[in-house]
């Protein structure tokens, strides 16, 4: 086993960004290989690499990537699921890098394609797809422009976990030979298939040899320490998860307690409301029996109070007090 692992970012940005002949030729066949077009030339826009690694403050290494006709590409390794959207996340990312282009004075049909293209570690969607492209549509389908080269905003997901690394090798495409590389590089020729691959493929030759340059020990405590760091940001979003659900549960009593409020509101309401038609019924009664009393006939009380004389007849005879036996 060596210590070179393209899943670190680090590694990443090195094997494919650093600024030399073979790192660009390294990213020019990535690309390639997943966007299914030939890249005759690219130009990383953010190839320094740290020099002193000691300083970094985040681990989040992107590679932004330029082509001759100025296509932008952002080229990204996510490791690990978090509880923030990670699609959201990088269509954000896609947006604020589309909305980056200087239009002043430009028609918008000067508008550059742009990419944002993630490996990732883990499976996102439900379905078989290992790479993935997302691009403005309707709800039925139908997308946004008529020419596809018109749509300028994508976004790529390569799913790694997707691929069966048991699959022969002969009956892998070139995707899937890629991503077994990324999963597997740090095997070297302990692994059947990445030996196989070493020996007969040109295009995993040239990502062996860069791999190789960060293999030795001179490397090992760089990507440690930047492993270290991935930890702590991992600690970080933890704790942040840790408090967002501490809001969102305050939340939930608040809002539970102001539901209670209501109910007790509602509740009050409808007593009185309650109390209120007892009270309104017995005036009614008390009205009716005092009209009786007084000599009006059942058709008078009727006209006067809205009320047939069979529901009359029923206010008065309920009124009548029967006689208490004992008293007698």
């Known amino acids: 086993m060596r210590s070179a692992n393209l899943l670190n970012d680090f590694a990443f940005k090195y094997v494919f960004g650093e600024d030399c002949k073979e790192a660009n030729d390294a990213l020019?066949?990535?690309?390639?290989?997943?966007?299914k077009r030939k890249v005759n030339h690219v130009v990383v826009k953010n190839s320094e690499m740290v020099k002193d690694?000691?300083?970094?403050k985040s681990p989040r290494l992107d590679l932004l990537v330029e082509f001759d006709d100025q296509t932008t590409v952002d080229l990204e390794m996510q490791l690990r699921q978090t509880k923030d959207n990670l699609l959201n996340r990088f269509n954000y990312y896609l947006a604020r890098l589309h909305g980056s282009q200087d239009m002043e004075g430009k028609s918008y049909s000067q508008?550059?394609?742009?990419?944002?293209?993630?490996?990732?570690n883990l499976i996102i969607a439900d379905d078989d797809d290992i790479c993935s492209l997302y691009t403005m549509r309707k709800y039925s389908g139908i997308p946004l422009v008529k020419d596809e080269k018109e749509d300028r905003m994508k976004l790529m997901?390569?799913?790694?976990?997707k691929v069966d690394l048991n699959k022969p090798l002969e009956d892998m495409n070139e995707q899937e030979k890629m991503i077994y590389y990324f999963l597997n590089c740090h095997k070297g020729l302990d692994d059947s298939?990445?030996?196989?691959?070493?020996e007969s493929d040109e295009v995993i030759q040239m990502l062996e040899k860069r791999v190789e340059t960060i293999s030795?020990?001179?490397?090992k405590k760089i990507i440690e320490d930047f492993q270290k760091l991935h930890e702590n940001e991992e600690r970080i979003e933890l704790q942040l998860e840790l408090e967002e659900a501490q809001r969102q549960m305050k939340e939930a009593r608040k809002d539970k307690e102001e539901a209670r409020k209501d109910k007790e509101e509602a509740h009050k309401e409808k007593e009185e409301a309650r109390k209120a038609i007892l009270e309104a019924d017995k005036k009614v009664k008390q009205m009716v029996c005092k009209m009786y009393e007084d000599g009006f006939t059942l058709e008078q009380i009727s006209a006067y109070c809205s009320l047939n004389v069979d529901e009359i007849e029923l206010l008065i005879k309920c009124s009548i007090v029967k006689p208490n036996p004992i008293e007698k």
């Open 28 to 35: 020019k066949s990535l690309l390639t290989v997943f966007l």
């Open 53 to 56: 690694y000691t300083k970094m």
């Open 111 to 120: 508008l550059k394609e742009t990419i944002v293209m993630v490996f990732f």
């Open 157 to 161: 997901t390569i799913e790694m976990p």
């Open 193 to 198: 298939k990445i030996k196989v691959m070493i």
């Open 216 to 219: 030795d020990d001179r490397w």
